[in-house]
């Protein structure tokens, strides 16, 4: 005979009333069939009959059934109060746990947002580092650009200059004629103006000579007495 069977359900509860009312039950029914058990043994090792009225009946062995329910009573209590004292320690334990476990949460959640704010921090530097960089990319573009334009300006520049180079020359030539036609007309202005004193001494030579001439046909007679004074 067994004091569960299938059907016998096991109660599982953290209240130490319920627990206790739980183990006293099942202590009286697992004694009770212990002392039946017993009974029948202490019968059957005597050799009664079990239908004998001489058998040795449960108040026979009601002192030693007592002292043993003290005992287990005993040994119950020192168990309950050592579940109980596991229950709370465990309890304890349970608490510290999730206190700890909320100080390594809070910890990591304060871990996390700093990280959360360096990454963004980080984020936003790389941000202004490209933004940065993108600013030196337009003005290197333009530095390219204008440096492309000082060349080609300079190449002007160059081409300016050597024409200039040719220009001067070609000034300096011109000058050096223009100079040598200032001097072949200075010098033509001195052959003109002496070839005009020379017509104009011409001239009046010529009128001379008119006067002379008119005045000798005039007078013949003095020409003639001239020419005997010459003779």
């Known amino acids: 005979m067994y004091p569960f069977n299938t059907n016998t359900r096991s109660i599982k509860a953290l209240d130490c009333n319920v627990a206790v009312a739980g183990w006293d039950a099942s202590a009286k029914t697992i004694y009770a069939c212990l002392f039946d058990l017993l009974v029948d043994t202490i019968n059957s090792s005597v050799r009664q009959d079990t239908n004998s009225q001489m058998q040795i009946g449960v108040l ?3 002192g030693f059934k007592c002292g043993a329910l003290c005992l287990t009573k005993n040994k119950l209590e020192k168990q309950l109060e050592e579940l109980t004292w596991r229950l709370h320690l465990e309890k304890k334990i349970r608490v510290s746990n999730e206190k700890a476990k909320h100080v390594e949460i809070s910890k990591l959640d304060k871990a996390l947002h700093v990280v959360n704010l360096k990454l963004d921090a980080t984020t936003l530097e790389a941000i202004n580092e490209n933004n940065k960089n993108a600013i030196l990319q337009n003005q290197l573009q333009l530095w390219l650009e204008e440096k492309i334009a000082l060349e080609r ?5 160059d081409e300016v200059r050597k024409e200039n180079a040719l220009l001067k020359g070609l000034l300096d030539a011109f000058e050096k004629k223009n100079a040598y036609l200032e001097l072949e007309l200075v010098n033509a202005r001195k052959d003109h103006d002496e070839t005009i004193k020379k017509m104009r001494e011409f001239e009046l030579k010529c009128s001379q000579l008119r006067e002379n ?3 000798l046909e005039e007078n013949p007679s003095s020409l003639e007495d001239e020419n005997h004074v010459l003779r």
């Open 60 to 62: 026979d062995i009601y």
């Open 153 to 157: 300006e300079v190449v002007t520049m």
């Open 213 to 215: 001439v008119k005045s």
